[in-house]
């Protein structure tokens, strides 16, 4: 190709979708493109990119950012993770564990936190996929 960039180093994860940045949505599994990571990041775990749509994790995250994402099922307080809700709607969020109370935290002070129980997680249910580790923003 003339003009490229890809570097032979590098491999290719897909952006398999959307993920809300407000209000929880579906998490598509159509690729959407693909985003290079180096040998060191791929050694990582396996990693998908989602892009971000919605304001709730501003200014961090912005809308239409893509965030790689580490999949894993559960996390530190603290760490900025996607979630599913209901079983087929994502989001993502600053996670805060404390006894009896998982909570989906934004960064946008203009959307409140999101509460569950541990019968709520367990009944809708509420479940970690991944973790983030890397935000792209392009200009």
């Given at each position: 190709m003339h003009g490229s960039t890809e570097r032979p180093d590098a491999?290719?994860?897909p952006v398999v979708g959307t993920v809300a940045a407000g209000l929880?949505?579906?998490?598509?599994d159509d690729i959407l493109d693909y985003e290079e990571v180096t040998p060191e990041m791929a050694a990582r775990g396996e990693l998908f990119?989602?892009?971000v749509k919605g304001a709730s994790m501003e200014p961090q995250i912005m809308d239409g950012d893509v965030v790689i994402v580490r999949?894993?099922?559960d996390a530190e307080t603290g760490d900025t993770v996607v979630a599913k809700v209901n079983?087929?709607?994502?989001t993502v969020k600053r996670l805060k564990k404390s006894p009896g109370l998982l909570t989906l935290v934004p960064a946008n002070a203009t959307y409140?936190?999101?509460f569950f129980t541990p019968e709520q997680v367990l009944a809708?249910?509420?479940?970690i996929i991944g973790k983030v580790i890397e935000?792209?923003?392009k200009f």
């Open positions: 491999y290719k994860i929880p949505c579906f998490a598509e990119g989602l892009r999949r894993q099922d079983g087929d709607e994502a409140d936190p999101l809708l249910p509420v479940q935000l792209r923003r």
